[in-house]
């Protein structure tokens, strides 16, 4: 691991890091004038304010100002809740008119801050916009407003026999337009791949109130320049998503998950190619585990579901989800994969179970899944999304717990936990390091930038599926080059000369 850490740093030594404060002297704070403005447009129940006029309780507005890791601490002192394009509409074109900063803000459960004001912006909440449009059954299309909650849109087409191509463990409080703003990955890429793919248009509300309407449901629209690719993963940052259009797979008539156990790591990257082969169209989902998130989950009341003795001691755990049109079959090539590879000269794991019941699939589910609520309970998080090749993801982790070691920093009087999981079918590793007793900023100084340096010397992306947002926006030039963010300065600054849309996000 010394070796890793040292062969990096020269490659970097001439990036200084810090995290520059943006400046908002262009942009004016909201006053009892622009409160009563607004009310012209909105209901008074639609109208969150700490200002004399509304006097709305601090506390009734920390839910938009405050993150659900309690990491970021926005300051806005008014919300927006509308209910229509035409109302968003209006209120950004008077914002533009009055250089007011907004922060669209969808269910907040981003990761990077992206959602949170940083200084004197207003936010502007969308979750009052929660209608489904429309639905066609026979081509699977669904448009809906973009403060649909994703789980509410799984309910809506799940009686036609249709699933959401995304599935989150916040998707019962995230949204929809906050999962295209961030170009949310999730569970399901491996198998019905990205936003990028599956959103078919977007209604969007540009930054001097303009509605750009491209909510197309058709397939193939090879007319132009594809202008909604620009919002999907622009987190708020060029317009604001209010409608969206996507197309949505049919539900799998059989799903089947199995749990496995592996004595080292090196065996994950010759097991995923041996499960691609063996399952070939049916496997849905590939998922890592590391002991330390294993028994963290096991602490907390997920599992167990395998017994200590058959566990041993296995270093990391993969998930594997199969979707198919026919439960025989597919059982037939899950019982013939375990075989083989429980009964191979040289095992590549300890042991596993296929589930034999939906109450099982869930409950192997609710393992990877519940990894996330588990860790909040360990301490405060810092949170890595990061993409790199299969082959390092434990040598990024390893590399981590040897820095915070090295630093004095390793312990629970700092850092208590460094662990990872994630989505090994698409190369994205979720590193989480967990500070037992709170977030301090000698832990944070000790973690970055080392940790997008490493991400860095492996040609990997700082972050895989959570988006930039404020945290990682000093952190974008190891991931993209100076021409790139150049051309991503120019074309913030066609969209939105004045910088009031989510300002002091994304870009340096």
Same mark, same amino acid.
């Given at each position: 691991m010394?070796?890793?850490? +040292?062969?990096?740093? /020269?490659? *970097?030594?001439?990036?200084?890091?810090? +995290? &520059?404060? /943006?400046?908002?002297? +262009?942009?004016?704070?909201?006053?009892?004038?622009?409160l009563a403005h607004f009310s012209n447009i909105l209901a008074p129940s639609s109208i969150l304010s700490t200002l004399p006029s509304i006097s709305t309780p601090a506390d009734d507005l920390a839910p938009y100002n405050v993150d659900w890791m309690g990491k970021y601490h926005g300051q806005a002192n008014s919300v927006l809740r509308p209910r229509t394009t035409q109302q968003v509409s209006e209120i950004v074109k008077y914002c533009a008119q009055r250089r007011i900063g907004i922060v669209p803000q969808g269910g907040n459960t981003g990761l990077v801050g992206g959602g949170i004001s940083l200084q004197k912006e207003i936010v502007l909440s969308l979750g009052a916009m929660n209608t489904v449009r429309s639905f066609d059954p026979v081509s699977g299309i669904l448009v809906a407003d973009a403060g649909c909650i994703l789980q509410s849109?799984?309910?809506?087409?799940? /009686? +036609?026999?249709?699933?959401? /191509?995304?599935?989150l463990g916040a998707k019962g409080s995230c949204q929809i337009g906050g999962n295209i703003s961030t170009n949310a990955g999730g569970l399901r890429l491996l198998r019905y791949g990205s936003l990028h793919g599956t959103v078919l248009g977007l209604e969007v509300v540009l930054p001097d109130g303009t509605v750009l309407d491209q909510l197309s449901t058709l397939r193939k629209d090879n007319t132009g320049y594809d202008l909604k690719q620009l919002f999907i993963g622009g987190e708020g940052t060029l317009g604001v998503v209010t409608g969206v259009s996507i197309l949505t797979p049919p539900?799998?008539?059989? #799903? !089947?998950?199995?749990?496995?156990?592996?004595?080292?790591?090196?065996?994950?990257?010759?097991?995923?190619?041996?499960v691609k082969r063996q399952l070939g169209e049916i496997m849905s989902a590939f998922e890592y585990i590391d002991r330390t998130a294993y028994d963290m989950g096991l602490k907390h009341g997920l599992g167990p579901l395998l017994s200590p003795d058959e566990v041993g001691?296995?270093?990391? *755990?993969?998930?594997?989800? #199969?979707?198919?049109? &026919?439960?025989?079959?597919?059982?037939?090539?899950?019982?013939?994969?375990?075989? !083989?590879?429980?009964?191979?000269?040289?095992?590549?794991?300890?042991?596993?179970v296929l589930s034999q019941s939906p109450t099982q699939f869930n409950s192997i589910w609710a393992l990877r899944e519940g990894l996330t609520e588990c860790v909040q309970k360990e301490g405060k998080p810092y949170k890595y999304d990061v993409s790199v090749p299969l082959a390092d993801f434990q040598k990024v982790v390893d590399a981590v717990r040897e820095r915070m070691i090295s630093k004095g920093l390793y312990g629970d009087h700092a850092i208590s936990l460094v662990m990872g999981y994630g989505h090994v079918g698409d190369g994205n590793l979720h590193l989480n390091v967990i500070a037992k007793n709170g977030y301090r900023p000698e832990l944070e100084a000790a973690l970055e930038p080392f940790i997008y340096e490493i991400v860095a010397s492996h040609k990997g992306s700082v972050s895989a599926e959570h988006g930039i947002g404020s945290m990682k926006r000093d952190a974008l030039h190891y991931s993209k080059s100076d021409v790139s963010i150049d051309w991503m300065r120019k074309i913030k600054q066609v969209f939105d000369p004045l910088n009031i849309m989510n300002p002091g996000k994304v870009l340096p």
């Open positions: 010394l070796s890793l850490r +040292h062969s990096i740093r /020269p490659a *970097f030594q001439a990036r200084r890091w810090a +995290h &520059n404060i /943006p400046s908002f002297s +262009h942009l004016n704070s909201v006053n009892e004038d622009d849109l799984s309910e809506y087409i799940a /009686p +036609h026999n249709h699933i959401m /191509p995304l599935d539900a799998p008539q059989a #799903t !089947n998950n199995i749990f496995l156990a592996l004595p080292r790591f090196d065996n994950v990257l010759p097991l995923f190619q041996t001691d296995s270093q990391c *755990f993969v998930l594997v989800e #199969t979707s198919g049109g &026919n439960q025989d079959h597919d059982l037939e090539k899950l019982n013939n994969l375990l075989e !083989n590879l429980l009964t191979a000269d040289k095992p590549l794991i300890n042991t596993g």
